[in-house]
């Protein structure tokens, strides 16, 4: 039986970018891209978006671009911790029991790929729900920023239980290889559980968040959508993505 869970949307954002600090303000098709971000949100149409800012200049930006902005602590060790902080302020009653965890880097996300982590979410009993998309160049198998996930998905079917996540080529044998694309839908109470833990060893090792979840009993399944999405990280993505805009 599928479930119906009441969801929010939260778009974590922060100035400090390693590789491309300011990030969140870069201009895309005239609007900063963190409200480009809050656009594609909102179009997907599933529930209430906010903004978990870690710095005033960005809740500027979002509510004057009529969004709702939630100041949270600057110093979170993640942006999973800095959603939490922002669901709990912005809903102290708990009238929401699921939450979308957003990057705020995916200007040109299609809003169905939202929905399809909501889906997932709701379709199994899982904790954590995410989204995987085929790999079809071979090249991102050996690529170490390339995340893969491990998922038992029969043929045909559009939801699957992820069973591990590395940054090298897995599982073995023939058959189609996955890329992660890093949303989520957590149950609300999953996402306090997961904020509690400390971090795992094999998630230190292989520098993915996920398998703190994994390591500790906590179910993800993940939904297949056809693209990934195009990622902002450096000054040539952003270039990438502006291009994208001007043609559209």
């Known amino acids: 039986m599928v479930e119906t869970l009441n969801p929010v949307v939260v778009i974590p954002a922060r100035m400090a970018s390693t590789r491309l600090p300011g990030k969140p303000l870069a201009d895309i098709g005239g609007k900063p891209m963190i409200v480009q971000v809050l656009d594609r949100a909102r179009e997907a149409d599933i529930g209430p978006v906010i903004v978990a800012c870690a710095e005033e200049a960005i809740a500027n930006a979002v509510r004057q671009a009529g969004g709702v902005a939630i100041l949270t602590r600057p110093d979170h060790p993640s942006g999973s911790d800095r959603v939490f902080e922002a669901v709990e302020k912005f809903d102290p009653d708990q009238k929401y029991d699921a939450v979308i965890n957003l990057q705020g880097d995916l200007p040109a996300l299609d809003p169905k790929a939202v929905k399809a982590s909501l889906a997932a979410l709701e379709s199994h009993n899982a904790d954590i729900?995410?989204?995987?998309?085929?790999?079809?160049?071979?090249?991102?198998?050996?690529d170490e920023n390339a995340v893969k996930a491990v998922v038992s998905l029969e043929d045909g079917a559009q939801f699957g239980r992820a069973l591990w996540f590395s940054r090298l080529k897995a599982p073995w044998g023939p058959g189609p290889h996955f890329h992660h694309i890093g949303i989520y839908a957590y149950r609300r109470t999953s996402l306090k559980k997961f904020i509690s833990l400390p971090p795992s060893p094999l998630e230190k090792r292989e520098k993915l968040e996920q398998l703190r979840a994994l390591e500790a009993g906590m179910r993800i399944d993940a939904a297949l959508v056809d693209t990934v999405p195009l990622g902002v990280d450096t000054p040539q993505d952003l270039q990438r993505i502006r291009d994208m805009f001007n043609q559209l």
């Open 129 to 142: 729900a995410t989204l995987v998309a085929e790999i079809v160049d071979p090249l991102e198998l050996e």
